[in-house]
């Protein structure tokens, strides 16, 4: 189960797991933005914006294309597919599951008189 | 952007960050386990799952009954909910986004004459 292919998955979770990355990203979703823009409201100094950064780039989340002084950032096309992909996949297990659950219960409800039908 | 309410978010990102975790999540997904057998191809120690499970708990992802000296785990309903709902919403902007780019790119190609038409 353990394997290199899963370092990817593991980088873009941990990636996400922190308030001010997922700010970035939610930003970067409507388009790229110069670094200023996209983290204008991270409410952090600029040295910890920019770890932040990295920890996004090096995840393979976002590109950085440096024009002149200015760094704009953007999401990496299909970046976020690996981890909707799984989160998907692991949901609609979980409800199709459920949905058995709930015709099981349905099925026995049915076949079971009512009170009133017993009596 | 930064407050208490990105924690759990925060948290189950955090859970999903790694290979094990992540397995034990995919066999929940297909119904409740035991201990032993959501985690028999981790290939790792007792207390190394000892300590993947409570992370994946105290991310509110599964929770645990004990029945005897059996812990049966499963996944917590609408657990994946949050995180899954996120990935989305980022993933629906950034492909609307990829949207309106591809139809300005096919609105140029149309309304520039080709080579052959200008001739």
Do not use: C
């Amino acid at each position: 189960m353990v394997n290199d292919s899963h370092e990817p998955l593991d980088a873009s979770f941990n990636a996400l797991a922190h308030p001010i990355r997922r700010g970035i990203v939610e930003r970067l979703a409507l388009g790229p933005a110069t670094v200023g823009e996209a983290s204008r409201d991270a409410g952090v100094s600029k040295p910890a914006i920019t770890k932040h950064l990295r920890v996004l780039e090096d995840a393979g989340l976002i590109e950085r294309v440096v024009v002149g002084r200015t760094h704009q950032i953007s999401l990496r096309d299909g970046a976020l597919g690996g981890v909707a992909a799984w989160m998907e996949r692991q949901r609609a297990l979980w409800e199709r599951k459920l949905d058995v659950v709930e015709q099981y219960i349905e099925e026995q409800r049915s076949s079971t008189p009512t009170e009133k039908e017993s009596q």
